[in-house]
């Protein structure tokens, strides 16, 4: 697993959260400032993509409409919310497709990769299946070393997505997941010993 192609991913993902804050903000054209910013942040996004071979002409035609859009050069009748949207989700499906590439092949994800991974699932949504199936897989890769983050973000999957376990490939196929109180133990319940506290992840 390539660490620094991950950090770089992310960073691709920083950039397009940028993009988006301003796209969504109502009364464009802002400031000079912030237009100068988003538009280089276009650029930048579309070069790396480009270079790194990552994007195809239809997420290049996006990329060209908002690149218009920030400069005020926009003369279609781009409705702006639906563009973000095609941008956000486009772009997030070919950064989330690169790092499945990359940690597919691990059966364990150390500390600080799990934090990049952790940081990435921060910015992107869960409602396409490859960032479900990305988080869902991180999870379980890093159960040891981020055992609170794969649990808090297993359970965010599990109460989007019930039916998540229920296929053939987990151990109870049909499980559907229903909320129920969790709770925290301050000793051991069998012999009341204080000990030191251990985070368990869900077991997949």
């Known amino acids: 697993m390539n660490e620094k192609r991950i950090e770089s991913l992310v960073k691709l993902a920083e950039l397009r959260r940028e993009i988006s804050l301003y796209l969504n903000v109502d009364g464009r054209p802002q400031d000079r400032e912030a237009r100068r910013n988003a538009e280089e942040n276009i650029r ?3 070069s790396i993509m480009r270079e790194e071979g990552i994007t195809d002409k239809t997420l290049e035609t996006v990329y060209s409409d908002v690149e218009h859009v920030i400069s005020g050069r926009n003369n279609k009748d781009i ?13 997030e499906q070919k950064i989330s497709q690169e790092i499945r590439t990359e940690i597919t092949p691990e059966l364990y994800i150390e500390g600080e990769t799990a934090d990049l991974l952790y940081h990435y699932f921060d910015l992107i949504s869960l409602d396409t299946s490859e960032n ?7 999870c379980r890769k890093t159960a040891y070393s981020r055992p609170m983050l794969s649990f808090q973000h297993t359970m965010q999957l599990m109460e989007k997505y019930p039916n998540l376990l229920s296929n053939e490939n987990y151990a109870h196929p049909g499980y559907v997941y229903k909320e129920s109180k969790q709770h925290t133990f301050e000793k051991c319940p069998i012999c009341g010993g204080g000990g030191v506290p251990v985070l368990q992840s869900v077991c997949l």
């Open 44 to 46: 930048t996004l579309s």
């Open 79 to 91: 409705i702006i919310a639906k563009l973000e949207e095609a941008f956000r989700l486009k772009t």
């Open 132 to 138: 479900v199936t990305l988080v869902f897989d991180t």
